[in-house]
DNA sequence: TTGAAAGCGCTAACAA
DNA sequence: TTGTTAGCGCTTTCAA
């Protein structure tokens, strides 16, 4: 590997010169540039940047702190932020944390070891009191996306608007009739968007004089069979409730897989909205009500205020709040009403037809309502 | 920051002394540890891997090329490559190449420069001679995933059998009498994938007398608009074949929204297999045929290819070949003669209700096969 | 088993 | 405008 000590050699200057010729400093003479960028591409010199972040205390990297990238929602996000910032010059250091809280704080330590300018994170877990800690170590600018750690004040956020966005798609179902409404939902407190959208669901309740029955209330690590296994032993004690919220989209697959499964029709036999738009919710038959957002802008927005802070704009870190669409389709276009209509419907048709193999609401779930 | 010096100085031994303490050298006293620990503990002193690694000429890093990290395989590709390689005490640098070859060669150049141990990759263009020379300039192992380049000595690669599923797969289609197939592929000749991929489908259609028709082969970058453009752009002509192979599942909801908007019931007025597998084609209704694999194997095996190397088993460069399997599904539990009996039964039964606004095949596209 | 010295490749600070 | 010198924080080498 050529050094610069190499290129200054063949070029006949000093080392710091070559520096100064590559960088851009304003005082460099047009020959001596010349002389340099010759030696460079006669030796095919690429700078060792290990080196040069050593001496010049800065890596130019970015740490990304994902809690699961399998989730196709955090992988954009990833995948947005990558681009701005390597666009700006810098380069992205991956840590994963496969749903595990010990990940992040072992992550932000790395990342920190790694000397990484500043460190973007979406972590498992916002309340983890030794991930905190090792964020207000860590001497870089922070930014959180869809997390919130008031304690850290050197972090600024990017959020999305889950609170408004549950209310209105749960204030939808309500103004449908509908009263006993299943929400099925990530872990609930240990992120921004799992508290806030339960508060928004919970609201919506209330003001329509309502309050949360902890049995409607399902909640786990945001992987496909939990979804399946909730409805499943739902329609085993017969109490699938008219309407139901499914929160994260990794559960939206086994929710439908197992309400397939049992004849249940969504958008006839059970209203059903998820707060994740995915392409299965779109064309799903029929298509599934769901919460949108741009997760495309949260990446944009989170890693202007990363390079901005890094540009040494002394901007103070603060909270950006985005927009949350509801995206009303098909499978919410029932009344809590015509759902029990439905299901009693399709109760009286088997017992006529009993013992055929067509798919039904299995024991009756219909009476449960 | 605490430095070794500081270290060092607070536990009375040399800076050497340190780095000996901590990284596991045999020949270290337990007094000199104890001192050592102890003063690490005081002073929460974390090395400085940036300083490290210039010294001992290892970042212990591995740099990741991913073509587009927004398509959900690759992303768990990503995620099961840096679970290994973490585990490993690796860090990784992730560079996204969007879609643009140029991309891929400044990847390499710059995860060259930040030192990276090793690189995995899955470019856009492997024909690419710039990328070519730069991996070849790449002095650690490098590993190909569902890519090869011939050329390139030094690189392992792990690949799909893309050339055997696709071929059995076009064979099922061709057995149940399709005989004009559209195939919708990625970008033909980038990759391993897409010249595998379509030369399965032509060796199937040459294995039955059939020649590839050049206006049923439509190739376009792995986006979602592209899918929709073939099928509106096929339907607009009257030229929809009886049966439809799509490639890369970017495609996939495209080609279903395009197929639902016109009224072609998949399954029924056309058959549809995908190369790729999601939960969409698993919960579309008709269930969608498709071809799966395992990325978390693909994943795996490429960076215990990787590690191996690392870990200094002078290992050839080798490349494995992993499994492909026919996800058999409704959508192509049709033949060639229900397709077009379905057409033309549809088609008159419009004529019977003209004017209707009910969805159909518009313009009597049946009538093309 | 431990310490002292050197130096990885680069850039900042200062001097010319 | 350019060169010289020093040193970022670590690990390796060599000597004790």
């Known amino acids: 590997m050529t050094t610069i000590k190499e290129v200054a050699r063949r070029a006949g200057v000093a080392?710091?010169?070559?520096?100064?010729?590559?960088?851009?400093?304003?005082?460099?003479s047009d020959e001596l540039r010349q002389k340099v960028l010759a030696a460079v591409a006669e030796t095919g010199y690429k700078p060792d940047l290990l080196?040069?972040?050593?001496?010049?205390?800065?890596?130019?990297c970015v740490g990304i702190i994902v809690s699961d990238l399998i989730n196709p929602l955090l992988a954009e996000v990833v995948h947005y932020m990558e681009m701005a910032i390597s666009q700006a010059?810098?380069?992205?250091?991956?840590?994963?944390?496969?749903?595990?809280?010990?990940?992040?704080?072992?992550?932000?330590?790395?990342?920190?070891?790694r000397r990484v300018d500043a460190i973007a994170v979406m972590c498992v877990d916002e309340r983890n009191a030794e991930l905190q800690q090792a964020l207000a170590g860590f001497p870089g600018p922070v930014v959180l996306l869809d997390r919130e750690i008031?304690?850290?004040?050197?972090?600024?956020a990017v959020v999305s608007?889950?609170?408004?966005?549950?209310?209105?798609?749960?204030?939808?179902?309500?103004?449908?009739?509908?009263?006993?409404?299943?929400?099925?939902?990530?872990?609930?407190?240990?992120?921004?968007?799992?508290?806030?959208?339960?508060?928004?669901?919970?609201?919506?309740?209330?003001?329509?004089?309502?309050?949360?029955?902890?049995?409607?209330?399902?909640?786990?690590?945001?992987?496909?069979?939990?979804?399946?296994?909730?409805?499943?032993?739902?329609?085993d004690r017969d109490a699938l409730p008219s309407a139901i919220v499914v929160g994260p989209n990794p559960f939206v697959p086994g929710v439908l897989t197992e309400l397939h499964a049992r004849g249940v029709r969504v958008g006839q036999d059970v209203a059903l909205a998820s707060l994740d738009d995915t392409p299965l919710a779109v064309l799903h038959q029929p298509p599934v009500t769901a919460l949108s957002r741009s997760m495309d802008e949260l990446a944009r927005v989170a890693a202007r205020?990363?390079?901005?802070?890094?540009?040494?704009?002394?901007?103070?870190?603060?909270?950006?709040?985005?927009?949350?669409?509801?995206?009303?389709?098909?499978?919410?276009?029932?009344?809590?009403?015509?759902?029990?209509q439905?299901?009693?419907?399709?109760?009286?048709?088997?017992?006529?037809?009993?013992g055929?193999?067509?798919?039904?609401?299995?024991?009756?779930?219909?009476?449960?309502?």
């Open 161 to 235: 608007d889950h609170y408004r966005g549950t209310y209105r798609l749960t204030e939808h179902l309500l103004e449908a009739g509908h009263r006993e409404i299943l929400y099925l939902g990530g872990l609930l407190d240990t992120t921004h968007v799992g508290r806030e959208r339960l508060r928004g669901f919970q609201a919506a309740l209330a003001d329509h004089g309502l309050e949360m029955r902890p049995d409607l209330l399902r909640a786990s690590r945001a992987v496909a069979q939990a979804g399946r296994d909730v409805i499943a032993e739902l329609l």
């Open 89 to 113: 010059g810098y380069t992205v250091l991956l840590a994963n944390s496969h749903g595990d809280p010990a990940r992040d704080t072992d992550s932000v330590h790395t990342l920190h070891q």
């Open 356 to 369: 055929d193999g067509a798919p039904g609401l299995r024991r009756g779930a219909g009476a449960a309502v």
């Open 15 to 28: 080392p710091a010169s070559v520096t100064r010729a590559l960088s851009g400093h304003p005082n460099v």
């Open 150 to 156: 008031p304690s850290c004040e050197t972090a600024s």
């Open 51 to 60: 080196a040069a972040g050593l001496r010049s205390r800065s890596s130019r």
């Open 342 to 354: 439905n299901r009693s419907r399709r109760r009286s048709g088997r017992r006529r037809a009993s």
């Open 305 to 340: 205020l990363l390079l901005d802070q890094l540009a040494g704009s002394r901007i103070q870190p603060r909270t950006v709040v985005l927009p949350v669409e509801v995206q009303l389709r098909p499978s919410t276009a029932v009344t809590a009403e015509a759902v029990a």
